[in-house]
């Protein structure tokens, strides 16, 4: 029997499952990283695609097996499949792209990013579960800025100097690619300064690997002092199933409010009607639509890129059809910026 969405958040209300470190860490040692392999999971022969497969010199391909699990067989036009599969596209040298369209490669502190007013940016791991091809990081110099107890500590100092740094957001990477002992130790730290209120996480961890959501996470981010918010990264309604909800369940429980932000991406999720039903599939899974982001220049993923024109054709649809809490907000991250431009619809 097939549940829909509100009898399976029903059902898992009696029923909280939380994983052990163990059980994602394992996932994460079984991603894949050839793209023959990730098409043979798929039942795609590759004879027609094996051009493809040289892109990921660029950027190396890594898929979790829970995603690719959402993606349809036989299908190479699956728009999860898209994200993240390499296409010769990416050689092409376009003009106005750049290895960092926000500018982000020069660091306050080792690992740390003071881009906006109040709140600093933390790499608190290099690396990530998943490789989305558009990444505006995808030439981030993590081998520069890969962080440990020692690196971070300069890090802390600089946050623990500037009392108008209220929030801290944990970035990377991806976070939680770190182990939960060291995003406690890390905690603990900013825990002791008094003027840092909120936490915020940014992640796609727990979207490509529902088990990276344990039971020690949870109780950290219940127990400390710090308000915290979680914002994931989900691009398309085919990305949340019931092992993603099912797994979002203990930090729902545990009031833990949870955003999302989306990128708007050509052939993926660039029409009205599929972003209308990822904020409504969003919200039924007590995630809040927060951001839809212009796509950020970065050389070799320019075939992602949607116009800004296009972009209010497709905004303003969706306002014609969800009601205002379930708009996220068109924005485009600018260099040099102290917040992100929100796009004028009119
Ligand atoms: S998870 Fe985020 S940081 Fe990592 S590759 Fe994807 S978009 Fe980039």
């Known amino acids: 029997m097939k549940l829909e969405l509100p009898q399976i958040i029903t059902q898992i209300d009696d029923d909280l499952h939380l994983c052990d470190e163990k059980s994602w860490q394992k996932d ?5 990283t050839k793209p023959e392999q990730l098409l043979a999971l798929l039942d795609i022969a590759p004879d027609e695609y094996l051009q493809h497969f040289k892109a990921r010199s660029l950027f190396p391909v890594r898929v979790p097996m829970p995603f690719i699990k959402r993606m349809k067989k036989g299908d190479f036009d699956d728009p999860l499949l898209k994200q993240v599969m390499p296409l010769t596209n990416e050689f092409k040298q376009t003009e106005g792209y750049t290895l960092d369209p926000l500018q982000e490669h020069d660091t306050v502190a080792e690992g740390l990013l003071h881009k906006y007013n109040n709140r600093v940016l933390m790499i608190v791991k290099a690396g990530c579960a998943v490789n989305c091809r558009y990444c505006f990081r995808r030439h981030f110099p993590y081998e520069d800025n890969s962080p440990n107890k020692k690196r971070w500590q300069s890090a802390l100092h600089y946050i623990a100097e500037n009392s108008s740094i209220s929030e801290v957001i944990f970035s990377g990477g991806d976070p939680l690619m770190a182990s939960d002992e060291h995003l406690k130790w890390l905690v603990e730290q900013l825990e002791q300064i008094p003027h840092v209120t909120r ?23 219940k127990n400390t002092r710090l308000k915290p918010v979680m914002v994931l990264h989900i691009n398309h309604p085919n990305e949340i199933d019931s092992e993603l909800i099912s797994a979002l369940e203990p930090l729902r429980a545990a009031r833990i409010p949870l955003f999302n932000q989306s990128v708007l991406l050509k052939s993926v999720n660039d029409n009205a009607q599929t972003l209308i039903k990822l904020s409504e599939t969003l919200f039924d899974a007590g995630i ?31 306002l014609a059809n969800l009601p205002g809490f379930l708009m996220p907000k068109l924005v485009r991250e600018i260099a040099g910026q102290a917040n992100k431009t929100p796009i004028n619809l009119a």
Request: aromatic content about 6%.
């Open 28 to 32: 994460l040692r079984e991603v894949i």
């Open 199 to 221: 936490l915020r996480i940014h992640t796609r961890l727990p979207v490509v690997i529902p088990n990276r959501v344990t039971k020690s996470l949870v109780t950290l981010l």
């Open 288 to 318: 809040q639509p927060y951001y839809l982001h212009l796509f950020d220049a970065v050389q070799g993923a320019a075939h992602f890129d949607v116009s800004e024109q296009e972009a209010v054709e497709i905004a303003n649809s969706m």
